[in-house]
């Protein structure tokens, strides 16, 4: 009688992803976690700033991501500001920054505007802690066209 074949079975890994964060900052801290139950590796961001904002006689200071704009933070913390379009071009949540920086790349504004301090704050990411006056829309609007003239 011949011998049987011997019978192998041969299991493959888990498949291995890597979430990844919605920016990419140079300024910001991220530190690499190990991996997770699930075989994953994940990214936290380690700092957020500190973000004042002047509205209507009040000053209220939020903790805000870096990967996050300073708009959805106050409007998730409920404060009433003004906005619309929330893409950085319809102009209706001017602000003007007092201190600190922010990342507005993604935004409409002329260089020349932003260099005066304004920003619009759907499209303003914090690169370190900020003091923000929410400004009329009026005011930022006849800057942006008097500079269009230049």
């Not at 910001?28 to 994940?42: V, W, Y």
Request: glycine residues 4%; hydrophobic residues 35%.
């Amino acid at each position: 009688m011949a011998a049987a074949a011997p019978t192998f079975h041969i299991t493959t890994p888990p498949p291995f992803t890597l979430a990844a964060p919605k920016h990419q900052f140079a300024t910001n801290l991220r530190s690499l976690h190990p991996l997770n139950l699930r075989g994953r590796l994940r990214y936290t961001t380690t700092c957020s700033y500190k973000v004042a904002i002047e509205h209507e006689g009040e000053t209220t200071e939020l903790e805000v991501d870096p990967d996050e704009t300073i708009l959805e933070k106050a409007l998730d913390s409920g404060m009433s500001v003004p906005h619309d379009c929330k893409l950085g071009v319809c102009m209706t949540c001017p602000a003007k920054l007092l201190s600190g920086s922010v990342d507005q790349s993604e935004g409409m504004l002329s260089d020349d505007v932003i260099e005066r301090g304004y920003s619009l704050l759907c499209v303003s990411y914090p690169k370190s802690d900020c003091h923000i006056k929410i400004i009329p829309e009026e005011e930022l609007l006849s800057l942006q066209l008097a500079t269009a003239d230049d």
